[in-house]
């Protein structure tokens, strides 16, 4: 795996592919799977909102629909009621027509009694009439029977009006308030269009009502007057505002106009007549012209007005149940995508897991060898460098040559190296420069000590570009050369310098003897001594007398 020369480590072929391809298959699988992941969830999340606002409006138009259906049939009841009291009031209780029309009445109200019926378990407390709530359904069929009761024979259609108008129109208002309690801005359109035209559904009921009292009287007081022309002026502006809002359903109010135009001819001739308060017919064919004018009428709301707010309300469901379905779609799609991206995640994952574990652990293999081996030519550096120069250069410094003050220098030679080298073969010469520098390179250790280089017989190679060397210059080094060049074998020769030193520092220590004046090359006379034993150390070198003529020992 590893192959290591010097200080130089290179990692094998087969475990760099490795590690290529690992790094790229994490590069490639893992970035197109968290996207896919994010934007499933994503449209996990949009799909699920879209869903709960679908289905919010659902239940808005659950009870738009409920109110709506419950104004109708009251719009039905009020028109029935005041058709009554307008075209038989003045008849006998036991009048055939009489008779049969109060059964249309009862006929209406059991409608409307089902209708609130059905609404008990999603009523909500909206109505309030004379300023009281009325909170259930319970409650307001106690209050509509009780209307119903005070409508008799002297009952006027303004009191019918006043009876019905307020329930029907706050019924209307929560009806309309329901479809702006939703967020969902794209179906305002339509459900403001919805509102204008059940607006002009309950004017143009008010309408029919206040056109049979004319019929019926042959004029209108002047409050009844008034409220006929601002009802049918607000009934025409309604439905030309729904026709605006939405374009669609404006073409399907103007196609569905076409078709009533004679009916609605018909009933712009009438309303003229009205608008005049002026009638000329004989009393005994006013119930005729009452009959035309609500036949008429109704004829209008059935080609016009209730297909026109069936149609919204179809399109409104019809919308709500394809974004229903988009919605049911987009989520099911967005599980579907998660599950799978997990199922293809969960092995990639562990796959990737386990070669990012094998390569780590090759990573710290490699790691440790590479420690080993720094630590090996940091020692070979050192060795070949004061550790200090060593940490500037690796540091990236200039070293600068540097003087110091006081030093010792000791230099070594085996004496008759030359002779021996000649009579051994190589490899005995270095097993004994190894033996030998070895147990010296060990003393050296324990003192701190460094050795510059080993000269002499060899045989050298160079090895790469350059090769750093500490060298030291100077009259010490020159000093020292001279007291190995004039020594003794198996003596140690210290210059006076060295001995002062001796006696300074390390006087305890340390024992010399007096070698006396030698003539020292380039130097001239100068007085040296041996070195004889350091205290504690059981080894003492022997010195003759005759080799130290003052023959003094100094502790």
């Known amino acids: 795996m590893v192959s290591s020369n010097g200080s130089i480590m290179t990692i094998s072929v087969k475990t760099k592919t490795?590690?290529?391809?690992?790094?790229?298959?994490?590069?490639?699988?893992?970035?197109?799977?968290?996207?896919?992941?994010?934007?499933?969830?994503?449209?996990?999340?949009?799909?699920?909102?879209?869903?709960?606002?679908?289905?919010?409006?659902?239940s808005y138009m659950g009870l738009a629909a409920m109110l709506n259906q419950l104004v109708a049939v009251l719009q039905k009841e009020r028109s029935i009621f005041g058709d009554y009291v307008t075209r038989y009031d003045d008849l006998e209780s036991d009048d055939p027509d009489r008779v049969a029309m109060?059964?249309?009445?009862?006929?209406?109200?059991?409608?409307?009694?089902?209708?609130?019926?059905?609404?008990?378990?999603?009523?909500?407390?909206?109505?309030?009439?004379?300023?009281?709530?009325?909170?259930?359904?319970?409650?307001?069929?106690?209050?509509?029977?009780?209307?119903?009761?005070?409508?008799?024979?002297?009952?006027?259609?303004?009191?019918?009006?006043?009876?019905?108008?307020p329930y029907i129109e706050i019924l209307m208002y929560n009806a309309g308030r329901t479809f702006y309690d939703t967020d969902e801005g794209r179906f305002w359109g339509a459900f403001n269009a919805l509102r204008m035209v059940q607006n002009a559904r309950e004017l143009f009921a008010l309408k029919r009502a206040l056109g049979g009292y004319f019929y019926d009287q042959g004029w209108l007081g002047i409050d009844t007057y008034r409220s006929f022309l601002e009802t049918s002026g607000a009934a025409d502006k309604f439905l030309r505002n729904a026709k605006m809002i939405h374009a669609e359903i404006g073409s399907?109010?103007?196609?569905?106009?076409?078709?009533?135009?004679?009916?609605?001819?018909?009933?712009?001739?009438?309303?003229?007549?009205?608008?005049?308060?002026?009638?000329?017919?004989?009393?005994?064919?006013?119930?005729?012209?009452?009959?035309?004018?609500?036949?008429?009428?109704?004829?209008?709301?059935?080609?016009?007005?209730?297909?026109?707010?069936?149609?919204i309300n179809k399109k409104l469901i019809a919308s709500i149940d394809s974004d229903f379905e988009t919605s049911y779609t987009l989520l099911y799609t967005s599980i579907a995508v998660v599950s799978v991206s997990f199922i293809v995640c969960a092995p990639v994952i562990a796959y990737l897991s386990y070669q990012t574990n094998q390569m780590n652990k090759s990573i710290r293999t490699k790691m440790v060898e590479l420690q080993f081996e720094k630590g090996r030519s940091e020692q070979l550096l050192y060795s070949m460098l004061p550790k200090s120069i060593a940490m500037s250069l690796k540091r990236g410094e200039m070293v600068l040559p540097k003087t110091y003050n006081e030093a010792t220098v000791y230099f070594s030679d085996i004496k008759g190296f030359t002779t021996i080298c000649s009579d051994s073969s190589p490899l005995e010469?270095?097993?004994?420069?190894?033996?030998?520098?070895?147990?010296?390179?060990?003393?050296?250790?324990?003192?701190?000590?460094?050795?510059?280089?080993?000269?002499?017989?060899?045989?050298?190679?160079?090895?790469?570009?350059?090769?750093?060397?500490?060298?030291?210059?100077?009259?010490?080094?020159?000093?020292?050369?001279?007291?190995?060049?004039?020594?003794?074998?198996?003596?140690?020769?210290?210059?006076?310098?060295?001995?002062?030193?001796?006696?300074?520092?390390?006087?305890?220590?340390?024992?010399?003897?007096?070698?006396?004046?030698?003539?020292?090359?380039?130097?001239?006379?100068?007085?040296?001594?041996?070195?004889?034993?350091?205290?504690?150390?059981?080894?003492?070198?022997?010195?003759?007398?005759?080799?130290?003529?003052?023959?003094?020992?100094?502790?």
């Open 252 to 311: 399907f109010i103007e196609a569905r106009e076409i078709r009533a135009e004679s009916v609605i001819s018909i009933v712009a001739d009438m309303t003229d007549k009205i608008v005049s308060n002026y009638s000329a017919t004989p009393i005994a064919a006013r119930d005729t012209e009452v009959l035309w004018w609500f036949d008429n009428m109704t004829i209008y709301f059935d080609l016009v007005i209730t297909p026109t707010v069936d149609y």
């Open 102 to 165: 109060y059964q249309q009445v009862l006929l209406c109200q059991n409608q409307t009694d089902t209708i609130i019926g059905e609404m008990t378990g999603g009523w909500v407390g909206i109505i309030s009439v004379d300023n009281e709530r009325i909170y259930n359904a319970t409650e307001f069929q106690k209050r509509l029977s009780a209307m119903r009761l005070r409508i008799d024979n002297s009952t006027t259609i303004d009191e019918v009006l006043t009876y019905y108008n």
């Open 429 to 555: 010469v270095v097993e004994l420069l190894n033996q030998l520098y070895t147990v010296m390179d060990g003393v050296l250790d324990g003192y701190n000590c460094y050795k510059v280089e080993t000269i002499g017989v060899c045989a050298a190679g160079i090895v790469g570009l350059k090769m750093p060397r500490y060298c030291l210059f100077g009259d010490t080094v020159n000093t020292a050369s001279r007291m190995e060049s004039s020594g003794i074998a198996m003596r140690i020769q210290l210059s006076d310098h060295t001995v002062k030193h001796l006696k300074r520092y390390f006087k305890k220590d340390f024992q010399w003897k007096e070698r006396g004046m030698m003539e020292i090359k380039g130097k001239g006379q100068m007085m040296t001594y041996w070195l004889t034993q350091k205290y504690g150390f059981n080894y003492e070198v022997y010195i003759p007398d005759e080799e130290s003529p003052a023959g003094q020992v100094f502790p």
């Open 18 to 58: 490795r590690i290529w391809e690992a790094l790229k298959m994490a590069i490639v699988a893992v970035p197109p799977l968290a996207a896919v992941i994010i934007l499933s969830v994503m449209m996990m999340n949009q799909a699920s909102v879209s869903l709960n606002q679908t289905s919010n409006i659902n």
